[in-house]
């Protein structure tokens, strides 16, 4: 069965600091997403990841996928308070199980 | 381009009750899934559909089904509903089953007293 995990579930972090925030998965995928979710909405879609080595930048966030080492990470550059939220990656094993499949989530806490 | 439309937005039902949540998806997709979000388990999985069919189901007892039409609106219902049954419950489009990304809607949140 696969399975996503993500790390860390909880982050603070000060305004102006560069973190990372982790997806691993258990099985052969080259396609995965990253959505955020702010409090009380939905998850809005910010990257899709369609091959290994791929790379895609908006603003402060930076993802990226290795699907060798079966992992994706979003990278956060000089953080504001408006990029506080819930990250998820979502793992898209639709042409093997059929599924996609988030991780637990990371919910981001930058304080100003 | 309209979104993915959720409702009822927020509904309040007591155990033992059903509730019926319906879902529009955007204009074009053709697939459906349902995803179940409390805090303690994330979001999981409840089903996919495709066309009017079922392509797949997560971990979910049978008092959990669901329906595609043939305009792609879908329906899911919870019979019989438990304390533990109290999410929200995640509607997302996208326009094949196979490929793309999803396209969710606001939820509908569901209270069990």
């Known amino acids: 069965e696969l399975k996503v995990e993500q790390n860390p579930l909880f982050l603070s972090m000060q305004e102006g600091k560069n973190y990372t925030i982790y997806c691993n998965y258990s099985t052969t995928s080259d396609r995965l997403y990253w959505y955020r979710q702010d409090p009380g909405k939905s998850l809005e879609s910010l990257f899709v ?8 930048q908006e603003g402060r966030l930076m993802a990226s996928l290795d699907t060798k080492a079966r992992l994706s990470t979003l990278h956060i550059t000089a953080a504001v308070h408006d990029l506080s939220a819930t990250y998820f990656c979502a793992v898209d094993s639709r042409d093997r199980d059929d599924k996609i499949i988030f991780g637990k989530g990371t919910r981001l806490h930058i304080l100003p | 381009k309209a979104g993915v439309t959720q409702t009822p937005r927020y509904l309040i039902k007591t155990r033992g009750q059903q509730v019926t949540l319906s879902c529009s998806p955007i204009s074009g997709h053709r697939s459906v899934s349902w995803y179940q ?27 959990f089904s669901g329906r595609q039409f043939s305009n792609s609106r879908s329906e899911m219902n919870v019979s019989t509903l438990e304390l533990g049954d109290s999410a929200l419950y995640l509607c997302a489009s996208s326009f094949t089953h196979n490929t793309g990304e999803l396209f969710f809607g606001e939820g509908s949140r569901l209270t069990v007293l």
């Open chain 1, 49 to 56: 990841l369609l091959s290994n080595g791929a790379v895609k």
């Open chain 2, 37 to 63: 979000q409390t805090p303690g388990q994330g979001l999981q999985f409840l089903f996919e559909y495709f066309s009017e069919t079922q392509r797949n189901k997560g971990n979910f007892p049978g008092r």
